[in-house]
């Protein structure tokens, strides 16, 4: 085992309790020079946590904490107090740059727990929270945690060091993308955003790409498989051309259409991305017009694209406009780029477009106005509440007097 490193990753063990654990703990204590420590792929009990984490308060060079799924078949009521324990270990530790806590399921409870690391140690980098079923309030949680420490980093005069937040797979939704997209904006500093799989749709979708205008050194964005439509991606390609630094971009399964790509083509075609070397469109009911929009950016700005992949499109394997992709990436000697396309579908016709379009449209303004009418509920309940509480504290009041009135007598 390296002196900086002490691992335990994959062996599938069942830890309860600090006997179980004291073997690990006696070569923690040994490792002076300790900077990472990877617990991934075992399965940790409270009292196992809470002595591991004194364990590991002692190492002032903690540089990564791997703790990725190291809950497997524990019950969501043991996981806050674990969590609790090694936040407490870490909050202080000034070379700590990356937690990863991915492939937990502990849900809104688990982000509970950290908003005291996440607030106080504000030295951390890379903040990886993938797959832990967060939900919309755990996202607002998380949300308001990452603005906490912005605004304390402001206090200070101190910049922000977050660099990376990767967290896919957690149903996020519209209900807290905004949130998110808000404390990105704060911070300003991020290179790295990974969304995929959250369910996200229009509102919040725009909510992101207005947010991540705020991080001009972006390099890579994934928010594969949320549903972006025409009206995300006219807010994304309204965003594109403020990151410079931009490499890698996964739209894959977003819903794009065809006019949406060919809004995204052109914003590419100005040239203020051309450090591109990834691209993902796949699934996003491109058409021919759409492909060779692209095709006339690549052609022309896109010379560091070195992987594309625009499989399940509408359009076929042999089309003039899968040519003209391959002509262009051929240009800049990357003619090997374009990925397979053994899944393409067949093209739409117009009219199916604009009833597709239509029916996403209709869709859009019945869950706005079921949003509206939920808004106004909750404002109805609260003022009945308000109210009613009025109510019962004048009724209480009333009896207080006429109480005084007749001992008096």
Request: charged share 35%; glycine share 8%; with cysteine.
């Amino acid at each position: 085992m390296s002196t900086t490193t002490f691992t335990i990753e994959g062996r599938g063990l069942k830890l309860q309790t600090a006997d179980d654990v004291k073997e690990f703990i006696d070569t923690i204590s040994s490792m002076d020079a300790l900077e990472n420590v990877i617990l991934s792929g075992n399965t940790f009990g409270v009292e196992a946590c809470r002595a591991l984490a004194a364990a590991l308060a002692k190492k002032p060079l903690l540089k990564v904490a791997n703790f990725s799924d190291i809950f497997t078949g524990r019950l969501k009521s043991e996981i806050p107090d674990c969590l609790v324990a090694f936040g407490e270990a870490l909050k202080d530790k000034e070379h700590l740059v990356e937690l990863n806590l991915s492939d937990n399921a502990f849900g809104a409870a688990g982000v509970i727990p950290l908003v005291e690391f996440l607030t106080t140690n504000r030295n951390l980098q890379v903040l990886k929270l993938n797959n832990n079923g967060l939900g919309i309030t755990g996202g607002k949680v998380l949300a308001e945690a990452l603005m906490t420490a912005h605004e304390k980093n402001v206090a200070e005069g101190k910049k922000s060091s977050l660099r990376v937040v990767i967290a896919g797979r957690n149903r996020l939704e519209n209900g807290s993308a905004p949130d998110l997209a808000k404390a990105f904006a704060a911070h300003g500093t991020l290179t790295h955003v990974a969304m995929p799989q959250n369910g996200i749709r229009m509102e919040g979708i725009e909510a992101l790409a207005a947010g991540l205008t705020n991080c001009p050194g972006l390099e890579i964005l994934d928010l594969q498989d949320n549903t972006f439509t025409v009206r995300g991606c006219r807010a994304f390609a309204t965003a594109l051309p403020t990151w410079p630094e931009l490499k890698r971009l996964n739209f894959g399964e977003c819903l794009l259409s065809n006019k949406g790509t060919m809004l995204l083509s052109r914003a590419l075609a100005l040239g203020k991305n051309l450090k591109i070397e990834s691209l993902d469109f796949t699934y996003g009911e491109m058409k021919e017009d759409g492909v060779l929009e692209l095709a006339a950016a690549i052609s022309e700005h896109l010379t560091n694209l070195t992987t594309l992949e625009l499989n399940g499109n509408q359009v076929e394997e042999d089309s003039a406009a899968i040519d003209a992709i391959r002509d262009a990436l051929a240009k800049h000697d990357h003619g090997e780029a374009l990925g397979e396309l053994d899944d393409m579908e067949e093209p739409e016709s117009e009219e199916e477009e604009e009833e597709e379009e239509e029916e996403e449209e209709e869709k859009e303004e019945k869950e706005e106005k079921e949003e509206e009418e939920e808004e106004e509920k909750e404002e109805k309940e609260e003022k009945e509440e308000k109210e009613e509480k009025e109510k019962e504290e004048k009724t209480a009041d009333d009896e207080l007097a006429d109480l005084a009135s007749k001992l008096k007598v």
